[in-house]
């Protein structure tokens, strides 16, 4: 079996793909090696894995954030919101899990904002500052900083 050029990836059989095909949901090689785990390997929770990228996994926040991470632009396609969603001000929607959670999740910041997270969800924290934003009660006292002034371990 010959070896394959660089940018492709060789199949069992010897057939080489483009790196391209590699990880796209579809099977070019006749075992399907270009899609299973080994090659692909898993990209976490709820993760979005770019087509051909055995390795580029993207964060839920980076979906349909107007800017395109993979090649293909995937990530940046179905960007319809549902009821369920926040509506972002710059259009995007990210999933409401994602509101006043602690993280800016929208590119403007406003899930994070005082507007959207009056009062805290869930017995949350509101750190003070600029951003005004929420915690979870479970980032209370962890020894972590998740305020930029820290105050989230203040009085433990």
């Avoid at 090689?29 to 709820?46: A, F, I, K, R, S």
């Amino acid at each position: 079996i010959s070896e394959c050029m660089n940018d492709t990836f060789q199949c069992r059989n010897g057939r080489c793909i483009s790196n391209l095909f590699l990880c796209d949901r579809n099977d070019d090689c006749p075992d399907g090696e270009d899609e299973d785990v080994q090659t692909c390997g898993p990209c976490l929770n709820n993760y979005y894995r770019c087509s051909g990228s055995k390795v580029k996994c993207l964060e839920p926040r980076k979906l349909c954030d107007g800017k395109k991470q993979c090649l293909d632009g995937g990530d940046e396609e179905d960007c319809a919101c549902n009821q369920a969603d926040h509506h972002c001000e710059n259009g995007r929607c990210i999933s409401s899990m994602y509101l006043c959670d602690g993280k800016q999740d929208c590119p403007l910041g406003d899930d994070e904002n005082a507007k959207n997270c009056v009062p805290c969800l869930n017995h949350g924290f509101r750190c003070p500052g600029k951003l005004s934003i929420c915690l979870h009660g479970s980032k209370l006292c962890d020894g972590r900083r998740d305020c930029l002034d820290g105050s989230d371990e203040f009085n433990c």
